[in-house]
């Protein structure tokens, strides 16, 4: 059953039936302009380094990992297990629609070396269908991660920065619209994932 902690977050653990309940340090609730919320410590909030304030019951989903599933999904190892964890995460912050409307928001540069795209994850996880957004490229077919409606869509998820090819350029626009994403996150029924592998955060 789903809680109704939008910081709780479910993480598989190598088994395919067992799921750990995480709760981040913080009460039920809507999330605030006063929140420290942004991508960065949002990752700090999930290992209980910081508090976000909360103000009512009807805040979106959000969840988190440090691993990279969107990488596993299509070319690492433990696809299945990866593929698995995207389902399961979208599932949970959408509070389980089966149709969600997606964002992703990923780099389109490769950088070369074992990372892979994406939007190669995403689709091995079962999602054909999702728009993506990037720093401002102007490649056809993707919007522009400074002016795109969050509201538009269920689940914004956020690729992973190794292994997947986010890149400090849609960081750095993540962390100047949080309170867009705050406000996102607070309309209910739809939140954010957040995939992260990098060893020192950016």
Same mark, same amino acid.
């Given at each position: =059953?789903?809680?109704?902690?939008?910081?709780?977050?479910?993480?598989?653990?190598? #088994?395919?039936?067992?799921?750990? #309940?995480?709760?981040?340090?913080?009460?039920?609730?809507?999330?605030?302009?006063?929140?420290?919320?942004? @991508?960065?410590?949002?990752?700090? /909030? $999930?290992?209980?380094?910081?508090? !976000?304030?909360? $103000?009512? *019951?009807? *805040? +979106?989903?959000?969840?988190?990992? +440090? #691993?990279?599933?969107?990488?596993?999904?299509?070319?690492?190892?433990?696809?299945? +297990?990866?593929?698995?964890?995207?389902?399961?995460?979208?599932?949970?912050?959408?509070?389980?629609?089966?149709?969600?409307?997606? $964002?992703?928001?990923?780099? %389109?540069?490769?950088? %070369?070396?074992?990372?892979?795209?994406?939007? @190669?994850?995403? =689709? /091995?996880?079962?999602?054909?269908?999702?728009?993506?957004?990037?720093?401002?490229?102007?490649?056809?077919?993707?919007?522009?991660? #400074?002016?795109?409606?969050?509201?538009?869509?269920?689940?914004?998820?956020?690729?992973?920065?190794?292994? +997947?090819?986010?890149?400090?350029?849609? $960081?750095?626009? !993540?962390?100047?619209?949080?309170?867009?994403? @705050?406000?996102?996150?607070?309309?209910?029924?739809?939140?954010?994932?957040?995939?992260?592998?990098?060893?020192?955060?950016?």
């Amino acid at each position: =059953m789903r809680t109704k902690n939008p910081t709780s977050i479910n993480s598989n653990q190598n #088994h395919r039936d067992r799921w750990n #309940h995480i709760t981040a340090p913080a009460p039920v609730g809507r999330f605030t302009d006063r929140s420290p919320f942004t @991508l960065v410590t949002a990752l700090f /909030a $999930l290992a209980g380094l910081c508090s !976000l304030a909360a $103000l009512s *019951a009807t *805040a +979106g989903g959000v969840f988190i990992t +440090g #691993h990279d599933p969107d990488y596993h999904a299509y070319q690492g190892g433990n696809a299945v +297990g990866a593929q698995h964890v995207i389902q399961r995460a979208i599932r949970y912050v959408t509070f389980t629609n089966p149709a969600p409307h997606i $964002l992703l928001v990923t780099d %389109l540069r490769n950088p %070369l070396g074992d990372e892979s795209d994406s939007r @190669l994850g995403l =689709m /091995a996880a079962g999602f054909a269908t999702f728009d993506v957004a990037d720093y401002g490229s102007g490649t056809a077919g993707v919007f522009d991660l #400074h002016t795109v409606v969050f509201s538009n869509y269920d689940a914004v998820v956020v690729a992973s920065d190794y292994g +997947g090819w986010l890149r400090q350029d849609e $960081l750095d626009i !993540l962390n100047a619209r949080s309170t867009d994403i @705050l406000n996102f996150i607070n309309g209910g029924n739809r939140g954010l994932v957040a995939f992260a592998d990098r060893k020192s955060v950016v």
